[in-house]
């Protein structure tokens, strides 16, 4: 304790060694150089940025990609082209009756419709389009036939089937004969082409006595779904035959009741029938048609 009236001491504090060194000889810390984002150091190996590094990443990622897409694609295109190749020698196979050269073609992608069992849309152009029958064979010509629903595998089942296709002069007059009991020949010829709002005219010639005897025709639609030919004039040696009555010439040098021929639809495949007819100089222009059918029955 100090006496009264007198300052206190100041307290002594030990001295530290760094106390005991001159002011001149104390070292000051050297300043710490900070580098920014823009500087690096000269001649030193600076680690890669993160958000770089992740650019890459993607840009690899998205060549990746796209060259799978690439690879499949192709594959796809490859498939496709396979499959639109056996869907002509499909046809040609489950038809018999259809000329070598005929064109099958088809609408959408095929690969696609091929996994489902079936194929939307079907399109067969050639031209002919043999019919197995009893009697007379026919022969189509120019036959264009649209199909829906076609199965790929046997008995190729269809949905809807719609075509046109002509019989010839020939081919009708034999038809005629056929279906015209007392009838031993004919020659049937156009006579006045159709139109959108008329069928048209043709003529049958055939001899009774030796006179020439020459029908005319008007072709329509039976009920059944046959041709119904019915005779609207006729004439022998020239001169204008009476069509009135049972016993008239006409109905006795056809062997039928009325003065008309009627072709039954048992002409065409089971399934389908006549829808239109019309006549043209290469012969009669036929529509058929029919439902749930199948391509390997259209020949016999």
């Known amino acids: 304790m100090s006496e009264p009236g007198t300052r206190p001491e100041e307290e002594m504090t030990p001295e530290t060694p760094e106390d005991l060194e001159a002011p001149e000889d104390r070292k000051t810390p050297a300043p710490v150089d900070v580098l920014t ?10 680690r890669p940025r993160r958000p770089a590094r992740r650019g890459r990443l993607w840009r690899r990622a998205l060549v990746a990609l796209t060259v799978l897409v690439l690879v499949l694609a192709a594959a796809a295109a490859g498939a496709e082209h396979v499959v639109r190749g056996r869907v002509g020698d499909v046809v040609h196979a489950a038809v018999p009756g259809l000329c070598t050269d005929a064109e099958v073609s088809t609408q959408g992608i095929l690969l696609a419709q091929a ?26 010509r120019d036959v264009t036939a649209t199909l829906t629903g076609v199965g790929i595998e046997d008995p190729y089942s269809t949905q809807t089937l719609n075509a046109t296709g002509t019989i010839t002069w020939e081919d009708l007059s034999a038809l005629v004969v056929d279906a015209a009991p007392a009838l031993e020949e ?11 709002t008329a069928p048209g005219t043709f003529t049958i010639a055939s001899e009774v006595l030796r006179l020439n005897a020459v ?3 008007v072709p329509s639609l039976a009920p059944d779904g046959g041709l119904l030919l019915t005779v609207t004039r006729a004439s022998l040696a020239g001169v204008g035959i009476d069509l009135d009555g049972e016993d008239s010439l006409v109905t006795t040098l056809l062997g039928t009741q009325t003065p008309e021929v009627v072709i039954t639809r048992d002409l065409l495949p089971q399934g389908l029938s006549f829808s239109a007819v019309i006549v043209t100089e290469e012969g009669l222009r036929v529509s058929m048609s029919g439902q ?3 391509l390997a029955t259209l020949s016999t």
């Open 37 to 46: 984002d823009e500087e690096e150091p000269t001649g030193a190996r600076s």
């Open 115 to 140: 996994l489902t069992g079936s194929l939307d849309t079907l399109t067969v152009t050639s031209p002919c389009f043999h019919l197995e029958r009893e009697g007379p064979g026919l022969d189509l």
């Open 292 to 294: 749930d059918l199948d």
């Open 215 to 217: 029908l005319v025709v």
């Open 186 to 196: 004919a020659t049937a010829a156009p006579e006045e082409y159709g139109t959108v």
